[in-house]
């Protein structure tokens, strides 16, 4: 059973354009969702959090927006550049428990120049 | 030099075949987790330690098997390798009070055939 489930699993933008990720939890408990960038031969990096006190979170192109009541979060990349081609992974946790991340599937973006 | 790091980076073994993936970290982070990474199925916890004396089951820790030897290594086992335990196995760390923020090494590549 998919705690977090993300879509869609692979998304093709123009450069420029927006992308945007969408993610569905289940677990009510969850008070904590990160985004996660991989790119092609590495290991996932924190690209943005956001916790639920808050409906928006933006840190440079790069915007989370979060609906508690629909239990639903995504990522909106701005200005889509070529170099933000990767893999991107949404999670969610129990803020200040174990650290215990769940993960989405996965969305493969490409940004086309 | 990279913070975390894993050997092998890449493993090719057999059926039945018992394989050990190691993972160090310069952080001093005391949380270190396992995870594996599956097309379609995003990253899932195997193991996670808090220290050397606390290791705890993640989602999936059949068949696999840790130790924390030290407070910067921590190893994943598998007794007896399977096919469908080909997958991308990635360590990462996180630093009390802030382990949800989690930084990951660059992964291993294991292939049962």
């Known amino acids: 059973q998919q705690q977090v489930k993300q879509s869609p699993q692979s998304l093709i933008v123009q450069k420029g354009g927006i992308s945007i990720i969408n993610c569905a939890y289940e677990n009510t408990a969850f008070d904590y969702f990160p985004w996660y960038q991989q790119f092609p031969g590495k290991g996932p990096a924190l690209l943005i959090a956001?916790?639920?006190?808050?409906s928006e979170k933006k840190e440079g192109r790069f915007t989370i927006s979060f609906n508690k009541s629909a239990k639903q979060f995504s990522l909106h990349i701005m200005d889509s550049q070529p170099g933000d081609s990767a893999t991107y992974f949404c999670?969610?946790?129990?803020?200040?428990?174990?650290?215990?991340?769940?993960f989405g599937q996965g969305t493969t973006l490409q940004v086309k120049p | 030099d990279a913070d975390v790091t894993q050997t092998p980076r890449n493993r090719i073994t057999k059926t039945g075949k018992r394989i050990m993936l190691e993972c160090s970290q310069t952080k001093g982070h005391d949380r270190m987790y396992w995870y594996r990474q599956d097309p379609g199925l995003g990253l899932r916890l195997i193991y996670y330690s808090f220290d050397v004396k606390d290791i705890n089951k993640g989602e999936i820790s059949d068949g696999y098997s840790v130790s924390r030897q030290a407070q910067a290594k921590f190893s994943l086992s598998l007794e007896s390798a399977i096919p469908n335990q080909t997958a991308l196995y990635f360590c990462?760390?996180?630093?009390?009070?802030?382990?949800?923020?989690?930084?990951f090494g660059p992964g291993t590549r294991l292939l049962v055939l």
């Open positions: 956001i916790r639920p006190d808050v």
């Open positions: 999670a969610a946790s129990i803020f200040g428990n174990t650290g215990k991340l769940i």
């Open positions: 990462a760390t996180g630093e009390k009070g802030r382990q949800e923020t989690q930084y």
